[in-house]
């Protein structure tokens, strides 16, 4: 059963934005976002709690931004200034780490972010 949904990705230029979108069918404490990047393994980049506190990577500080909307399910990354080096699939999952979410085995399709000129 599909808990988590990633949307929102696409063709982006450098220094552009996006704004990705993860629904979420259950509730959780935290959500994060990690990224995938072509031939890298996977990455967290930013996390939100229900209480609204926030923890970003170095890589994206400054110029992603993480929100949760409780009451419509659904988690924002809103990305700005994008860079090539955030070219990736970005994946949402109920935790902030990849050491909190070893052993996690529900990682959906993602969503492909592509920053391109």
């Known amino acids: 059963q599909v808990q988590f949904v990633e949307s929102g990705g696409g063709l982006v230029q450098p220094g552009g934005s996006l704004r990705l979108s993860c629904t979420f069918s259950?509730?959780?404490?935290?959500i994060g976002w990690f990224r995938r990047a072509p031939g890298k393994g996977r990455e967290a980049v930013s996390c939100?709690?229900?209480?609204?506190?926030?923890t970003y990577a170095n890589s994206v500080k400054g110029r992603f931004t993480i929100s949760r909307d409780n009451a419509k399910n659904t988690v924002y990354l809103q990305m700005n200034t994008l860079k090539p080096e955030d070219t990736a699939d970005y994946y949402c999952?109920?935790?902030?780490?990849?050491?909190?979410?070893?052993?996690?085995?529900?990682w959906g399709q993602g969503t492909r972010v592509t920053v391109s000129s």
């Open positions: 259950r509730d959780t404490y935290v």
């Open positions: 939100v709690s229900v209480g609204g506190s926030t």
């Open positions: 999952a109920p935790g902030c780490t990849l050491v909190a979410l070893q052993g996690y085995d529900q």
